[in-house]
């Protein structure tokens, strides 16, 4: 059964440290994004990438959140200082190639907490 | 720029009681249109689309939506409501394009009393 993975499952930081959390999309999937989940906003899409190529990251604070596809199994989202209002629960999610459009399947989420 | 927008934030209903649950997006072109379900602590994971075709969509767990292009409308529907419906649904929209990400819209917490 593939699925989306994502680690660490929960993390507790202090500000200003820094925070990586990483996807390991489906096998075969060809887009990745990244969404942060807060009781305030909802979804919101930070960033997302075909083909290992940035596509759309004007979700994310450039300043401190960068994203990146070192290979095609690996989506890294850093977070650096990490600040208190970064808390959220971030979702990775990858789509099939073909099917950009199409659905999208999710990670268990990553819930930080910064302290 | 495209807007979902779901109309109730909270749901509270009895076991056996009929769900429908409202979704209105805003953008005018051609859409694909989905619902998706996250039960608590979990992931989300797809309820039903619906892409092109009739536009009453068959899904999981007895779901249904409609979508009406008129009323720019794509509502979740199931006729008896079990306690284990008990999650948050989000509706999202994307144009029907190569490079259209996905629009969510705020959520409706469901909440079903046994």
């Known amino acids: 059964d593939a699925r989306v993975t994502q680690t660490p499952r929960h993390k507790v930081t202090e500000m200003g440290q820094e925070v990586t959390m990483r996807c390991q999309p489906i096998?075969?999937?060809?887009?990745v994004f990244w969404y942060r989940q807060t009781m305030m906003q909802g979804l919101e899409l930070l960033a997302y990438f075909r083909n290992r190529a940035p596509l759309d990251d004007s979700g994310m604070p450039k300043d401190r959140f960068s994203a990146e596809m070192p290979d095609a199994t690996l989506a890294t989202l850093k977070i650096q200082p990490s600040e208190p209002r970064d808390s959220a629960v971030y979702f990775c999610?990858?789509?099939?190639?073909?099917?950009?459009?199409?659905?999208?399947?999710f990670g268990p989420g990553t819930r930080l907490t910064v302290l | 720029a495209q807007s979902v927008s779901q109309h109730n934030h909270h749901v509270i209903l009895s076991e056996a009681a009929s769900l429908e649950l409202g979704c209105n997006y805003s953008y005018g072109g051609t859409v694909n249109l989905f619902w998706y379900v996250q039960y608590p602590g979990q992931h989300l994971q797809l309820l039903l689309k619906y892409f092109s075709g009739d536009p009453l969509v068959k899904g999981i767990k007895g779901f249904e939506a409609e979508f009406i292009k008129s009323k720019f409308s794509f509502n979740l529907r199931k006729p008896s409501v079990q306690w284990s419906d008990t999650a948050e649904y989000f509706c999202a929209v994307n144009e029907d394009s190569g490079y259209s990400t996905l629009t969510f819209g705020k959520g409706t917490m469901l909440l079903v009393s046994p």
């Open positions: 999610a990858s789509g099939p190639p073909g099917q950009e459009w199409g659905e999208q399947f």
């Open positions: 096998l075969g999937h060809n887009t």
